[in-house]
Nanobody, 127 residues
């Protein structure tokens, strides 16, 4: 069983930067490769895809709304995936969730494809 714990959320002004992290435990990255992803959910909205990264970290994908502003990365020695968010906008305000799955080889933008989820971390961007 994999547990995911997000951290690093907070309040930031529009145009600012923030980095959120997701630490995995209960199944190391090394023995059980995990494709990882970030999703977000704003109040009253469905959970939406933000970014994904494969096990080795050489394949990433982003939602059009964050391309060029957000960067997903991972440190398999630390069992952690990161989302660096730059040039933040008010519309980026949401709860950000980390997701993982062992069966995906290249990640996926679909909620239904991920088995493990974190509890979420709030990111609020003030305009």
């Amino acid at each position: 069983q994999v547990q995911l714990v997000e951290s690093g959320g907070g309040l930031v002004q529009a145009g600012g930067s923030l980095r959120v992290s997701c630490a995995a435990s209960g199944g190391t990255f090394g023995r059980n490769p995990l494709a990882m992803a970030w999703f977000r959910q704003a109040p009253g909205m469905e959970r939406e895809f933000v970014a994904t990264i494969n096990w080795s970290g050489d394949l990433t994908d982003y939602a059009d709304s964050v391309k060029g502003r957000f960067t997903i990365s991972r440190d398999n020695d630390k069992n952690t995936v990161y989302l660096q968010m730059n040039s933040l906008k008010a519309e980026d305000t949401a709860v950000y969730y980390c997701a993982a799955d062992r069966t995906l080889t290249s990640g996926s933008p679909w909620v239904r494809d991920y088995q493990y989820w974190g509890q979420g971390t709030q990111v609020t961007v003030s305009s």
